[in-house]
């Protein structure tokens, strides 16, 4: 079965360092671009950051840039987010998600997020 | 960094069909994602590409897109229809991805 499963939320204060994990199984984990997307609560989902698959390219969303650190590990089929500095802003659910992108007929690429873990909570409060 | 633009709620009566509209600059360079979400729960692609569903995703669910302008379409609307549905694409100007901001759908 193909699975992402994130952890290492919790309650921090601001400030302060957490570091998010993403276990992915049930697919070649090295192929695969992958996401961290967070949604803070009552609110829409919000692109956080992006890994092309061998972890040489790599985007940050502007708030977070400079404070968080995507990386992955392919040996161990895992996506990391260190986040530091953390403001209350911050609070969100941060979710892992799969890259896919296809074409047909070498046509168009079609780029979507196919595979989602559950989520990790994520709180920064004093 | 671009922006998608969606209604913010839209409702439909049970068994009709609904249509969900996203806007934005990245729409005219690539496909917008359709994703569902339900209170608690992670997202789910519901759509993506020209019109493609993944596995299980119940033939009533359609895409659409023309100009800057992305369409999801639900014919016949069912209960368990209802939730929140984001619209994502790649993003033109920068980044690689930019989201919707959501459209909470209410089955009447």
């Known amino acids: 079965e193909v699975q992402l499963v994130e952890s290492g939320g919790g309650l921090v204060q601001p400030g302060g360092s957490l570091r998010l994990s993403c276990a992915a199984s049930?697919?070649?984990?090295?192929?695969?671009?992958m996401n961290w997307v967070r949604q803070a609560p009552g609110k829409g989902l919000e692109w956080v950051s992006y890994t092309s698959s061998s972890g040489n390219t790599i985007y940050y969303a502007d708030s977070v840039k400079g404070r968080f650190t995507i990386s992955r590990d392919n040996a161990k089929n895992s996506l990391y987010l260190q986040m530091n500095s953390l403001r209350a802003e911050d609070t969100a659910v941060y979710y892992c998600?799969?890259?896919?992108?296809?074409?047909f007929g070498g046509g168009p690429y079609y780029y979507y997020m196919d595979v989602w873990g559950k989520g990790t909570t994520v709180t920064v409060s004093s | 960094s671009s922006e998608l633009t969606q209604d913010p709620a839209v409702s439909v009566a049970l068994g009709q069909t609904v249509r969900i509209t996203c806007q934005g600059d990245?729409?005219?360079?690539?496909?917008a994602s359709w994703y569902q979400q339900k209170p608690g729960q992670a997202p789910v692609l519901v759509i993506y590409g020209k019109n493609n569903r993944p596995s299980g995703i119940p033939d009533r669910f359609s895409g659409s897109s023309s100009g800057n302008t992305a369409s999801l379409t639900i014919t016949g609307a069912q209960a368990e229809d209802e939730a929140d549905y984001y619209c994502?694409?790649?993003?033109?100007?920068?980044?690689?991805?930019?989201f919707g901001g959501g459209t909470k759908l209410t089955v009447l």
């Open positions: 990245s729409l005219r360079s690539y496909y």
């Open positions: 994502n694409s790649r993003d033109s100007s920068g980044n690689p991805w930019v």
């Open positions: 049930g697919f070649t984990f090295s192929s695969y671009e």
């Open positions: 998600a799969r890259e896919t992108s296809i074409t």
